[in-house]
């Protein structure tokens, strides 16, 4: 998505160890004009499919979650980080690998947000190696739900992520994918 891509170049910031800061209008200040137009985009590629629920993950997701939500016209869930409640029964539960923190987090959504009958698209702002994307998949299966596909902002294609769950035969879509950047001399390179 040109729209996109041009945001990054302008208001990206690289990091080290390949972290793409667009904290300015994605998840910490956020562009609501221009996140909408991303949520539109979702709708657009996720036409075809008949969605009933769209789930993330918090905190970063939830805003871009939110507004693709009201395109679809569906509620949105996001999956809360707790601790020890795996022991609770009324929570599917999992754990993921914070890629931007490095740790894992335990991860539950209520048993009363998803059911068998939900169709979910699944958005997250990034997607790098896989690991929040492949927890959030795994809750919606302990539901019994069906994953629709998924729709991310921003996939980091060098990281791999995206490839894997593609050859696992999800939909993904991604707005912008990033196949090179270097903190350095501050470049990105898009597929
Ligand atoms: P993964 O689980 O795919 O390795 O990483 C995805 C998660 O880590 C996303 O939910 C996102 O919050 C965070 N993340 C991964 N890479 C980046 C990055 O370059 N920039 C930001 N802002 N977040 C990232």
Redesign the pocket.
């Known amino acids: 998505m040109k729209l996109l891509e041009e945001k990054i170049l302008k208001d990206g910031v690289i ?1 080290s160890g ?6 300015s209008f ?2 910490h200040q956020i562009d609501v004009p221009f996140i909408a137009e991303l949520g539109k985009e979702f709708k657009r590629l996720f036409a075809d499919q008949k969605i009933t629920k769209i789930l993330t ?1 918090e905190a ?2 939830i805003g871009i979650a939110c507004i693709a939500g009201m395109y679809f016209g569906v509620p949105v869930v996001f999956a809360k980080k707790s601790s020890g409640s795996n022991m609770d029964k009324d929570v599917y539960f999992t754990q ?5 923190h490095n740790k894992v987090n335990d991860v539950v959504v209520s048993k009363r947000f998803l059911n068998v009958e939900d169709k979910v698209l699944i958005i ?12 959030l998949i795994d809750l919606v299966r302990q539901a019994g739900a069906a994953v629709q596909g998924v729709g991310v902002a ?1 996939e ?1 294609g060098f ?1 791999g ?1 995206g490839d894997k769950l593609r050859a696992a035969g999800i939909r993904v879509e991604s707005l912008a994918i990033i196949d090179k950047m270097d903190a350095q001399s501050g470049t990105i390179q898009f597929r």
């Open positions: 990091k390949n972290v793409l800061k667009v904290d994605l998840n993950i970063s997701g993921i690998y914070s890629y931007t997250d702002d990034f997607l790098a190696n896989g690991c929040a994307l492949e927890g921003v980091k990281q992520g």
